[in-house]
T-cell receptor
């Protein structure tokens, strides 16, 4: 089972860069690493996905080392509206089975 | 563009009563569909997923069931609700198939979630 481990919470200030790291030691060879953002009483929203090295989109960057046993979501210049829970998701090879989101990281952006 | 609908938004039901939650997706064909439950302050737990009409896989043994009567319709049901069934129920869809090339299939879990149903069992 590809279990993920993330910090429970993080605080940051507006305008700072925030890095959230997720450990996934048992990741399967052919799985993507996917990150989601969730606001209270809403469904998670897809942020970014990657397989290896670095991926960047208009919202975030995702850094994945060569061994793929961890990944780091980077949010540039956060604002108050980035306060949310962030989940990393890694699936087990070949199946949607055991697709389980971890407890996530509560990011609080302070003014 | 694709949209996903869930209803009702909130629901209060007594213990022992039946349940039916509906999810529909627009703007895509043959999506993979998922039902998740999220207890207060917790992560999401995958309950069911479906890769096609009538094809349902259950991840967690419980008193819930799911059905997919049409390509873009996913229904979560229960004959008798328990207190422990309270939670936030989320439906999601994803593009079927695999990302990556033919000889190096890569599993993508890019899912799109509905607005959710808050269920309180009293």
């Amino acid at each position: 089972l590809a279990k993920t481990t993330q910090p429970i919470s993080m605080d940051s200030y507006e305008g700072q860069e925030v890095n959230i790291t997720c450990s996934h030691n048992n990741i399967a060879t052919n799985d993507y690493i996917t990150w989601y953002q969730q606001f209270p009483s809403q469904g998670p929203r897809f942020i970014i996905q990657g397989y290896k090295t670095k991926v960047t989109n208009e919202v975030a960057s995702l850094f994945i080392p060569a061994d793929r046993k961890s990944s780091t979501l980077s949010l540039p210049r956060v604002s108050l509206s980035d306060t949310a829970v962030y989940y990393c998701l890694v699936g087990i090879s070949g199946s949607a089975r055991q697709l389980t989101f971890g407890s996530g990281t509560q990011l609080t952006v302070l003014p | 563009s694709q949209t996903i609908h869930q209803w009702p938004a909130t629901l209060v039901q007594p213990v022992g009563s039946p349940l039916s939650l509906e999810c529909t997706v627009e703007g895509t064909s043959n999506p993979n569909l998922y039902w998740y439950r999220q207890a207060a302050g917790r992560g999401l737990q995958l309950l069911f997923y479906s890769v096609g009409i009538g094809q349902i896989s259950s991840e967690v043994p419980q008193n819930l069931s799911a059905s997919r009567p049409q390509d873009r319709q996913f229904i979560l049901s229960s004959k008798k609700l328990l207190l422990s069934d309270s939670g936030f129920y989320l439906c999601a869809w994803s593009v079927p198939g695999l990302a990556g090339g033919l000889f190096e299939p890569i599993i993508s879990y890019e899912q799109y979630f509905g607005p959710g149903t808050r269920l309180t069992v009293t």
